[in-house]
C-alpha cells in the first residue's frame, strides 16, 4: 500500500486468506503465491496470513484487463 493510502490500524479491515479467495474466486493457494510473491501485502498472524482488504481492492484494480475502444 502506498504511504498516502495508510490508514491508522484501527481502520484497517483485515480478511483470511479463505475469505481473498472468495472475493477474489480463486483458490486459497493461488492467495498464498500472491503473498509469497509480494503482489499483495499480508501480515503474519501465528501460521496464518491476514491481508488489508483494501489491498485486495487495489490488486484488483491493478490487474483489470479493460477492452481498449476501437
Known amino acids: 500500500m502506498a504511504a498516502a493510502d495508510q490508514r ?8 483470511t486468506v479463505a475469505e481473498v479467495a472468495s472475493v477474489m474466486r480463486v483458490s486459497k493457494m493461488t492467495v498464498y503465491r500472491l503473498v509469497h510473491s509480494g503482489h499483495l501485502p499480508a501480515i503474519r498472524v501465528g501460521r496464518s496470513f491476514r491481508v488489508p482488504e483494501q489491498a485486495v481492492h487495489e490488486y484488483l484494480r491493478e490487474s483489470y ?3 481498449e475502444p476501437a
Open 8 to 15: 491508522p490500524l484501527n481502520e484497517v479491515q483485515f480478511l
Open 65 to 67: 484487463v479493460g477492452v
